[in-house]
Nanobody
């Protein structure tokens, strides 16, 4: 069972940056696709970005392309989400998740972190 712990959320002004981190509990983490999802108030959870286990393939939602960057450091079982040029509409709880397949489909992600709040003020 992979356990995931997110950190790095907080309050930032529009135009600012934050970096989220997600630490995985086991070495087999390197075999998983890692995804970042978010749930904004009153909205369904949506995928933000994903990175394949080899790191060679990444996916970004259109709303964050050019502003967010997903990366992973398999030497310390951690995946990151660098968020730049943040907008108030980026306000959400951000979740890290792991899937044994390379996919952006939420049901395929079997392991989830507890979430970290990101609030962007205007």
């Amino acid at each position: 069972q992979v356990q995931l712990v997110e950190s790095g959320g907080g309050l930032v002004q529009a135009g600012g940056s934050l970096r989220l981190s997600c630490a995985a509990s086991e070495r087999t983490y390197s075999r998983y696709t890692m995804g970042w999802f978010r749930r904004a108030p009153g909205k369904e959870r949506e995928i933000v970005a994903a990175i394949r286990w080899s790191g060679g393939y990444t996916y970004y939602a259109d709303s964050v392309k050019g502003r967010f960057t997903i990366s992973r450091d398999d030497s310390n079982n951690t995946v990151y989400l660098q968020m730049n040029s943040l907008k108030p509409e980026d306000t959400a709880v951000y979740y890290c998740a792991a899937s044994s397949r390379y996919t952006i489909e939420e049901p395929a992600y079997a392991h989830w972190g507890q979430g970290t709040q990101v609030t962007v003020s205007s």
